[in-house]
């Protein structure tokens, strides 16, 4: 079984904080994914890697950045957490696509709070 | 990313009953997939169906694509109480990105 883990379950940060979230996938998958999840707006794309030291902007990077050192290990970083940022967030690994499959693996998510 | 849209918000049906549930999006694509979120497991993808299909069957779930219409639909039969959870459709493959979903409630 394909397992992703996130660092927390619930973290809580105060407003200018600098937040490491990190996750770790045990199936030497290329493709890892930060989402956030809010009521109303759905799970969100925040950045992706595709290679070690790879990484691209998914559809709402701002106030983010992210590092992928090695292959099992994908953080997500809050430079200077802002109440907005209170969210779910959700990892996510990828193997390449062989015959048309496109299944991610998520982790738990974790669950951040910026008072 | 492309997100789906699902319908109903939400769906309460009694133990034994089917569940359907819609999905539509804008642009075409080269597949859909569906997942299930609920507190227990997590995000879990259920089922991928390929534009040039018209139907996929695995176990009790049943996956339809139209792509003239832009929408899938997906049914559950013969629901358990464990099929209460979030579902969501995501159009394409790559960069997930996922709507609101569709909650069901499957009561005893």
């Known amino acids: 079984d394909v397992k992703v883990t996130q660092s927390s379950r619930y973290l809580v940060k105060r407003t200018g904080e600098k937040v490491f979230l990190e996750c770790v996938q045990d199936m030497d998958h290329e493709n890892m994914f930060w989402y956030r999840q809010d009521p109303g707006l759905g799970l969100r794309l925040i950045y992706f890697s595709y290679d070690v030291k790879m990484k691209e902007k998914g559809d709402i990077p701002e106030g983010y950045s992210v590092s992928r050192e090695k292959k099992e290990r994908f953080s997500l970083i809050l430079e200077s957490a802002s109440t907005n940022q209170t969210s779910m967030y959700l990892c996510?690994?990828?193997?390449?696509?062989?015959?048309?499959?496109?299944?991610?693996?998520f982790g738990p998510g974790t669950r951040l709070t910026v008072t | 990313s492309q997100q789906g849209e699902e319908d109903p918000q939400a769906l309460s049906i009694q133990e034994g009953e089917n569940a359907t549930m819609n999905c539509s999006y804008k642009t075409s694509i080269n597949n859909l997939q569906w997942y299930r979120q609920n507190s227990g497991r997590g995000l879990v993808h259920l089922i991928l169906i390929r534009s040039n299909e018209r139907e996929k069957h695995s176990g009790r779930l049943r996956v339809t694509l139209d792509t003239s219409k832009k929408s899938s639909s997906l049914l559950i039969t013969a629901s358990r109480a464990a099929d209460t959870a979030s579902y969501f459709c995501?159009?394409?493959?790559?960069?997930?990105?996922f709507g609101a979903g569709t909650t069901v409630t499957v009561r005893a």
């Open positions: 996510a690994s990828r193997g390449e696509v062989i015959q048309f499959s496109y299944e991610q693996y």
């Open positions: 995501a159009p394409n493959d790559y960069k997930l990105s």
